[in-house]
């Protein structure tokens, strides 16, 4: 069994800074990757960054050169450090990660998603 618990959301004024978290546990062997998405209300859910297990970052268009993921490797933590916030990013945000949860060949991974942490931003 694994989870994925974020935190770290919240209210804040545009312009400004939040950090997200997202703590994977349970019967973790290896994580793929971690990222993360975000659904707006009434919108679809859209990704936003993804960190490999190598270390490979990348971005949506839109939070490009704002948003930086990256990884405690030692606690299967991720972060999303979200600057320069816009009310355009006011959506729930889910961490993903793609697990192995156990040893083999070849190595089958399990997709798990997180419950989610609300971020608004106030214009």
């Known amino acids: 069994q694994v989870q994925l618990v974020e935190s770290g959301g919240g209210l804040v004024q545009a312009g400004g800074s939040l950090r997200l978290s997202c703590a994977a546990s349970?019967?973790?062997?290896?994580?793929?990757?971690m990222d993360w998405y975000r659904q707006a209300p009434g919108k679809q859910r859209e990704w936003v960054a993804a960190?490999?297990?190598?270390?490979?970052?990348n971005y949506a268009d839109s939070v490009k050169g704002r948003f930086t993921i990256s990884r405690a490797n030692a606690k299967n933590t991720v972060y999303l450090q979200m600057n320069s916030l816009k009310p355009e990013d006011t959506a729930v945000y889910y961490c993903?990660?793609?697990?192995?949860?156990?040893?083999?060949?070849?190595?089958?991974?399990?997709?798990?998603w997180g419950q989610g942490t609300q971020v608004t931003v106030s214009s």
């Open positions: 960190l490999t297990s190598g270390c490979s970052t």
């Open positions: 993903y990660a793609r697990i192995a949860t156990s040893a083999g060949a070849p190595v089958i991974t399990y997709t798990y």
């Open positions: 349970g019967s973790i062997f290896s994580i793929n990757a």
